[in-house]
């Protein structure tokens, strides 16, 4: 969806290294949300954050910090990045406003950790 | 807590043939419920969603779902498959606290 957007798209970085993965949104939704996605694992949720001043950990956030810099832009951080932080990474929003409140993914950044 | 259990991690089937992907959940309450698609190096796009109006739920690219709550199913069909059918699909679920919960996914592979 391209009122999503994810920077980089592609990332190699090495085992130590602090990295920020970027996500910004022109739907004007209030919530944003990041996941990682392994190989059978579907999509797990590391952070979200209901508006600008809310922040909360997902069910792995352990390893990662994120910045709610406005309410267009989303990012995650990797304070030290590790081998098993190599994945597929998603930036959603949503509106709570609309039925069922559905959620809007970006095009994901892959991350590999060496 | 919610959750949803997807019964095949591979469906393989020939072009023009029906396409059954199999979702079971498990929640405390009336679940909202979804199907998105995955297709190779794409973000996740919604296929259609339950929100206990019709059991019967129409999506887009001819794809639907049926809500049994007798058998806590959200299984998801399409009469002929395409070959741009191909990807991976997920079952996911919203809890009470608005939080997604995602299935393993199922690879959907389409012969000629």
């Known amino acids: 969806d391209a009122d999503v957007t994810q920077t980089p798209r592609n990332r190699i970085t090495k085992t130590g290294k602090r990295i920020m993965l970027e996500c910004s949104q022109t739907k004007g939704h209030d919530r944003m949300y990041w996941y990682r996605q392994d190989p059978g694992l579907g999509l797990r949720l590391i952070y979200y954050?209901?508006?600008?001043?809310?922040?909360n950990k997902g069910e792995i956030s352990d390893g990662y910090s994120v910045s709610r810099q406005a309410q267009a832009k989303f990012s995650l951080s990797l304070e030290s990045a590790i081998p098993n932080q190599t994945a597929l990474y998603f930036c959603a929003t949503s509106d709570p406003r609309q039925g069922a409140e559905t959620q809007y993914f970006g095009p994901g950044t892959r991350l590999l950790v060496l | 807590a919610q959750s949803v259990t997807q019964l095949d991690s591979h469906v393989s089937v020939s072009e023009g043939t029906p396409v059954l992907l199999r979702c079971n959940y498990s929640?405390?309450?009336?679940?909202?419920l979804f199907w998105y698609v995955q297709h190779p190096n794409k973000g996740l796009q919604l296929l259609l969603k339950?929100?206990?109006?019709?059991?019967l739920v129409k999506g887009i690219n001819g794809f639907e779902a049926e809500f049994k709550k007798s058998e806590t199913s959200f299984h998801l069909t399409k009469p002929s498959a395409h070959m741009s059918d191909a990807a991976e699909y997920f079952c996911v679920v919203r809890g009470n606290d608005y939080k997604l919960s995602f299935g393993a996914g199922t690879t959907v592979t389409v012969r000629a």
């Open positions: 929640s405390s309450y009336s679940p909202s």
């Open positions: 954050s209901f508006d600008v001043k809310d922040i």
């Open positions: 339950y929100t206990s109006a019709a059991t």
